[in-house]
Nanobody, 125 residues
Framework: VQLQASGGGLVQAGGSLSLSCVAS????????MGWFRRAPGKEREFVAG????????YYTDSVKGRFTISRDTAKNTVYLQMNSLKPEDTAEYYC???????????????????WGKGTQVTVSS
């Protein structure tokens, strides 16, 4: 699976951004999809995940109520709508794909089979 993320940029605190990740190469609907981020000097962290069917979503506590993950199987695309952005959301954001369940992925510390290149999100105060 090849993944291409886009949509990052510079935004003021309280603003919104929408990230997109387009998948190609394999059957998109077979994969659970996730968004991750890495801030300078920090490890990559899980941000949000969505099941292959789109029926289940998962979020890290710090983004609950502000970020929404969704997927469009017809467009082979997963989205991350980010609202009420904070300076601490500044990071490079990556999308990942994996056929394993999110229970297994959490045990694997979210080491996904496939990763896209990141897109930078910068939130100014």
């Amino acid at each position: 699976v090849q993944l291409q993320a886009s949509g990052g940029g510079l935004v003021q605190a309280g603003g919104s951004l929408s990230l997109s990740c387009v998948a190609s190469g394999r059957t998109f609907s077979n994969y659970n999809m996730g968004w991750f981020r890495r801030a300078p000097g920090k490890e990559r962290e899980f941000v949000a995940g969505i099941s292959w069917s789109g029926g289940s979503t998962y979020y890290t506590d710090s983004v609950k109520g502000r970020f929404t993950i969704s997927r469009d199987t017809a467009k082979n695309t997963v989205y991350l709508q980010m609202n009420s952005l904070k300076p601490e959301d500044t990071a490079e954001y990556y999308c990942g794909a994996d056929p394993r369940s999110w229970i297994v992925l959490k045990l694997r510390k979210y080491v996904m089979d496939y990763w896209g290149k990141g897109t930078q999100v910068t939130v100014s105060s």
